[in-house]
């Protein structure tokens, strides 16, 4: 048997250049409001309709696979384009394409918070937390009607919440990977009926199966050896050293945990970054909603994290060391299954268990909703009037993201000065 992905079919495509990949990414990193299904949209229309780059039967299978894995489901889909039309420098240039201009944005948001120490500019960040409440509430809303649609995968969202509620006292993400475990534990035994098989169409990544598995052992050594080797360097006196190993774990374990992609990553970095102190539970939620406000990823909120962390390395250096550590997982995992993902995915068991960790996400998404978004954000009538209209504007309305937060921070200033 051949050991490289399926190179011929339906999918073959034209290759083209990392510089028109990026020029083509660019557009989207300055374009693509709305979230990661949002950006599958745009994707879409962009990269198969418009410049048919590869044809719907390929893009289908793509964003099944990235929505099967770990990590952020569009910056993922964007890099595997990336790779199909230009190997892997199209891969590295679509990523930073898409993603460096909201990463500058929330890096030049992280800087300049000294000029908002004032009661206009307090105002305006505690607005910027209240939409964080009302945007994680929409996400909830849309991922439980998808991925919670019958009695089982609605009990396993439940049993999630009550896992992560009740283990509070965990660490943040040892309770969301016990939860995440057994989500995927009860799909397996409870959606194996209604987990349908897949379309035949194959991808043309082309990558041998040695260096698939090649990825998927640096996946695994970095999540499980960078905490031993932190600890160790910590412990031996190198401090400066051990700390960078320490935070670019943080966020490296972030992206190699977080399901579901985009709002689901908050849990995980509010335990990663508030909980041992390195940021501020208001500058954590008023980064968060200055982060709805800007295109492309949301995963570069990993970026304003960096900035402003309270040990080293933070500004340009930790902003530039979380955005590498929170995608590397994610891109390591992609090209890890690829060669793999035909045979993987027409497994029932699989299949079902993807269910249950997927209905999972949504139930820990949900317990962050409470806490830490609306134990901090809301903090008097008027909070709760203000997430009210935001979340009726954002689920009902359709308002853009980024008119509601632009509505929130004008509101939260102009009350600070009432």
């Known amino acids: 048997m051949n050991e490289t992905a399926g190179l011929s079919g339906s999918n073959t495509h034209r290759r083209g250049s990392a510089a028109e990949v990026f020029s083509a990414f660019l557009k989207l990193g300055l374009t693509s409001f709305g979230g990661p299904i949002a950006h599958l949209g745009y994707f879409r229309d962009e990269l198969v309709a418009r410049r048919r780059w590869v044809d719907e039967k390929t893009y289908a299978d793509l964003v099944a696979l990235c929505q099967f894995l770990p990590g952020p489901a569009s910056s993922q889909a964007g890099f595997a384009l990336g790779f199909l039309r230009a190997g892997p420098l199209g891969a590295a240039a679509a990523w930073a394409?898409?993603?460096?201009?909201?990463?500058?944005?929330?890096?030049?948001?992280?800087?300049?918070?000294?000029?908002?120490?004032?009661?206009?500019?307090?105002?305006?960040?505690?607005?910027?937390?209240?939409?964080?409440?009302?945007?994680?509430?929409?996400?909830?809303?849309?991922?439980?009607?998808?991925?919670?649609?019958?009695?089982?995968?609605?009990?396993?969202?439940?049993?999630?919440?009550?896992?992560?509620?009740?283990?509070?006292?965990?660490?943040?993400?040892?309770?969301?990977?016990?939860?995440?475990?057994?989500?995927?534990?009860?799909?397996?035994?409870?959606?194996?009926?209604?987990?349908?098989?897949?379309?035949?169409?194959?991808?043309?990544?082309?990558?041998?199966?040695?260096?698939?598995?090649?990825c998927l052992a640096l996946f695994a050594l970095l999540l499980f050896g960078l905490p031993l080797i932190a600890s160790a360097a910590g412990q031996g006196g190198g401090q400066g050293g051990g700390q960078?190993?320490?935070?670019?774990?943080?966020?490296?374990?972030?992206?190699?945990?977080?399901?579901?992609?985009?709002?689901?990553?908050?849990?995980?970095?509010?335990?990663?970054?508030?909980?041992?102190?390195?940021?501020?539970?208001?500058?954590?939620?008023?980064?968060?909603?200055?982060?709805?406000?800007?295109?492309?990823?949301?995963?570069?909120?990993?970026?304003?994290?960096?900035?402003?962390?309270?040990?080293?390395?933070?500004?340009?250096?930790?902003?530039?060391?979380?955005?590498?550590?929170?995608?590397?997982p994610g891109f390591l995992l992609l090209l890890g299954i690829a060669p793999f993902w035909d045979r993987f995915r027409r497994h029932e068991a699989a299949r079902s268990a993807m269910m249950g960790t997927n209905a999972a996400v949504v139930g820990i998404l949900a317990a962050a909703l409470y806490d830490p978004l609306w134990t901090t954000a809301i903090r008097a009538p008027e909070d709760f009037a203000l997430a009210a209209v935001s979340f009726i504007l954002l689920t009902l309305w359709k308002a853009p993201p980024w008119t509601v937060v632009l509505l929130c921070a004008t509101a939260g200033a102009g009350l600070a000065l009432v």
């Open 244 to 328: 960078g190993l320490a935070v670019f774990d943080t966020f490296y374990r972030a992206g190699a945990l977080v399901f579901g992609g985009g709002h689901v990553v908050l849990p995980l970095l509010q335990a990663g970054t508030v909980d041992p102190g390195w940021v501020t539970p208001d500058a954590f939620l008023a980064g968060y909603g200055a982060a709805q406000a800007v295109p492309g990823p949301l995963f570069t909120f990993a970026a304003y994290l960096g900035a402003v962390l309270s040990v080293p390395p933070n500004g340009f250096a930790g902003a530039a060391v979380a955005l590498v550590a929170i995608f590397s």
């Open 97 to 214: 394409a898409f993603t460096l201009p909201s990463a500058l944005l929330l890096f030049l948001f992280a800087v300049s918070a000294a000029a908002l120490d004032n009661a206009l500019g307090q105002g305006l960040l505690h607005g910027l937390k209240v939409v964080a409440v009302a945007v994680v509430a929409q996400a909830v809303w849309g991922m439980a009607r998808t991925l919670c649609p019958d009695r089982s995968r609605a009990g396993i969202a439940l049993a999630a919440l009550l896992i992560v509620t009740f283990l509070s006292g965990l660490s943040g993400a040892l309770s969301q990977i016990a939860a995440i475990l057994c989500g995927a534990a009860l799909g397996g035994w409870l959606c194996c009926d209604t987990a349908e098989a897949p379309p035949g169409a194959r991808l043309a990544f082309g990558i041998p199966a040695r260096i698939g598995a090649l």
